[in-house]
Each structure stands twice: as C-alpha cells, then as structure tokens.
Nanobody, 122 residues
C-alpha cells in the first residue's frame, strides 16, 4: 500500500522558517513534490524533485525562499521554507509519481499525502 506521510507544519511568524518532511512507503517514486492549497483557491504547485535530485522545479512565488531536497535512502523529501510570508499560508501536500522531470501541473501527480497546515502570521 502506497503511503505519503507529511510532517512539520505549524504556525510561524512572517520571516520565519519551517521544514516539511514527507516519508514515502509502499513503492519508490522517480518524482516527489509539494503542492499547496489556500482557502478558496486551487491547489498549486510549489516544488518538485527527481530521484537523483538532478532536476528540480519551483513555483516563481517561492524561488529563492524554498528549497526542496530528497533522501533516497529514507524515501523522504523535504521542503525547507525560509522568509515565510502570510500568503504562504496553506495546506501543503506531498505528492509523487513517475516522470522524468518534476511536473508543475497537479494533474500529473497520482499519489498524495493527507496534507499539513502551514500558517504564517503577519
């Protein structure tokens, strides 16, 4: 059974940092990523990474502030979020699938975690 389990969300002040983790089990994915959904908005791509980490992708809104990384030995992907802004407030979902490069379209991810809340206060 495939499972993606996120952790690390919480409440932080603007300018602060959080680190999200997502542990995969049941199979190995060539691509893992993070997407987020704010209240009243569609789920959007945040960052993605390939198995060997030679290919990464970021949404323009998080470039330079967020860093995605992967520990293949632990089947875990991380999202280091720095300089957080109130507009980063959302439920963050870990997602995975098998592609050559990280897709930015949420419809290309078939496997999802349950989500973790990130709230950034101003």
């Amino acid at each position: 059974q495939v499972q993606l389990v996120e952790s690390g969300g919480g409440l932080v002040q603007a300018g602060g940092s959080l680190r999200l983790s997502c542990a995969a089990s049941g199979r190995t994915f060539s691509i893992m990523g993070w997407l987020r959904q704010a209240p009243g908005k569609e789920r959007e791509f945040v960052a993605g990474i390939s198995w060997s980490a030679d290919s990464t992708a970021y949404a323009d809104s998080v470039k330079g502030r967020f860093t995605i990384s992967r520990d293949t030995a632990k089947d875990t992907v991380y999202l280091q979020m720095n300089s957080l802004k109130p507009e980063d407030t959302a439920v963050y979902y870990c997602a995975a699938d098998s592609w050559a490069r990280p897709p930015t379209d949420r419809s290309h991810y078939r496997y999802w975690g349950q989500g973790t809340q990130v709230t950034v206060s101003s």
